[in-house]
């Protein structure tokens, strides 16, 4: 099961930037922002799926599902949650850019191995 998570890993840090499932709201920078920063941080580095409930739209689909999961919000949810169990804090937030309801981040991943 690591290597799923290791592998995923690997696939998302190639994408540099990308933009996130997020419940965004229209042109409130700020809010949007804030709503990106808990996504990476709650989600990803803690593995907080209540947080997962609130900031993912219900009705997100994945274009680009992983392995065998479903290509919704419950597939997020798991690989998540497993990345934040394997490594946790392992995402380190170095840019967010936000213009209207559009947010996109660049987080690289610092776990082992780093990349």
Do not use: C
């Not at 490594?87 to 309801?101: K, M, N, R, S």
Request: charge should be negative; aromatic fraction near 12%; charged fraction near 25%.
């Amino acid at each position: 099961m690591r290597k799923f998570f290791v592998v995923t890993i690997i696939f998302m840090s190639l994408l540099t930037l990308f933009v996130l499932p997020l419940q965004v709201v229209a042109q409130d920078l700020e809010a949007n922002r804030e709503i990106a920063r808990r996504y990476m941080e709650e989600v990803w580095n803690k593995g907080d799926m209540a947080a997962a409930d609130e900031l993912i739209a219900e009705d997100f689909v994945n274009h680009n599902p992983f392995g065998d999961l479903p290509p919704n919000r419950e597939g997020l949810k798991i690989v998540a949650a497993g990345t934040a169990e394997a490594f946790p804090d392992a995402f380190v937030t170095d840019d967010l850019i936000v213009e209207g309801d559009r947010v996109a981040i660049y987080s690289p991943f610092h776990g082992e191995p780093e990349f």
